[in-house]
């Protein structure tokens, strides 16, 4: 049983999946048609999906990652991750973009690739979503902006 990542169409983008990383479905057809999708999948069943959209010719911004709860905490989200990584460094890029809530495990996950925090973006989970979004029974309003800058490649 082996963990097979490839990009797929957008339109077999896992959005079931995503959900559980974005919650608004609008926003999520909303950056998928301009982004590149990931799928992780072990024996032909998906179990983590990844979205990520250009910003200008060599910055990306990961706008979704996500791991089917059945299949968290096996080390398949931090693989999706690194092969994303990877693709994008191949590939020329000059630094790997996400946003975050401003706690919680996520904030970690990033971390541990090397992201780093860039900035804040406050009150943006009030500002862009209609109903608010709790973590750990605490309401999300701030986004932490992360950077990845690859060595190297420098333009």
């Known amino acids: 049983m082996s963990l097979l990542i490839q990009e797929v169409p957008v339109t077999n983008a896992p959005i079931e ?12 057809r909303s950056y998928l048609s301009s982004s590149k999708c990931f799928v992780a999948s ?3 069943d ?7 959209q250009p910003r200008g010719t060599d910055t990306h911004e990961l706008m979704s990652i996500a791991v089917h709860p059945a299949h968290q905490k096996s080390g398949y989200g ?5 092969w994303v990584i990877d693709f994008f460094r191949i590939a020329g890029a000059r630094q790997l973009e996400v946003g975050t809530g401003t706690f919680g495990y996520q904030l970690a996950f990033y971390q541990r690739q090397g992201f780093r925090v860039t900035s804040i973006d406050h009150d ?9 979004i709790f973590e750990d029974g605490i309401q ?4 932490l902006r992360l950077t990845l800058k ?6």
């Open 124 to 132: 943006f989970f009030v500002k862009n979503y209609p109903e608010p």
């Open 42 to 44: 072990i024996d032909g």
């Open 140 to 143: 999300l309003f701030d986004m």
């Open 17 to 28: 999946l995503l959900l559980l990383a974005d919650p608004s479905e609008d926003k999520i």
């Open 78 to 82: 931090t693989a999706l991750l690194k």
């Open 150 to 155: 690859y060595s190297g490649n420098d333009a």
């Open 46 to 52: 998906v179990v983590g999906a990844c979205v990520v």
